[in-house]
């Protein structure tokens, strides 16, 4: 069965990094976008970063420039979102999401167009 892994997740001050890690397995993840998403608690999910298959093409939220950093290891199937400064308002549920690529450059977020998901791993950012 086809599924996306996510781990990495936990307990941060404010302030202080985390490194999440998504895991293809069934799948190869290298023909695919890969983006992060994340929803808190009574908001609407929103995407946060995606890469394009070959890891050219980053694309970040606004909310989240200079502080996180997308990256991808084809060979070992995985994807990587480093957080670092992290601030109270990150506090979510974040997932990691696969469409399959139809050009190498494709890094958009659009969230309907991703079609694999994985179960999500929890981010809280507090003192």
């Known amino acids: 069965q086809s599924q996306l892994v996510e781990s990495g997740g936990g307990l941060v001050q404010p302030g202080g990094s985390l490194r999440l890690s998504c895991a293809g397995s069934?799948?190869?993840?290298?023909?695919?976008?890969i983006g992060w998403f994340r929803q808190a608690p009574g908001k609407e999910r929103e995407g946060v970063s995606c890469?394009?298959?070959?890891?050219?093409?980053?694309n970040y939220a606004d909310s989240v420039k200079g502080r996180f950093t997308i990256s991808r290891d084809n060979a070992k199937n995985t994807v990587y979102l480093q957080m670092n400064s992290l601030k109270p308002e990150d506090t979510a549920v974040y997932y990691c999401?696969?469409?399959?690529?139809?050009?190498?450059?494709?890094?958009?977020?659009?969230?309907?167009?991703?079609?694999?998901w994985g179960q999500g791993t929890q981010v809280t950012v507090s003192s």
């Open positions: 890469i394009s298959r070959s890891g050219g093409t980053t």
């Open positions: 069934g799948f190869t993840l290298e023909h695919y976008t």
């Open positions: 999401a696969a469409k399959w690529a139809y050009y190498t450059g494709d890094s958009s977020c659009l969230e309907h167009d991703y079609g694999y």
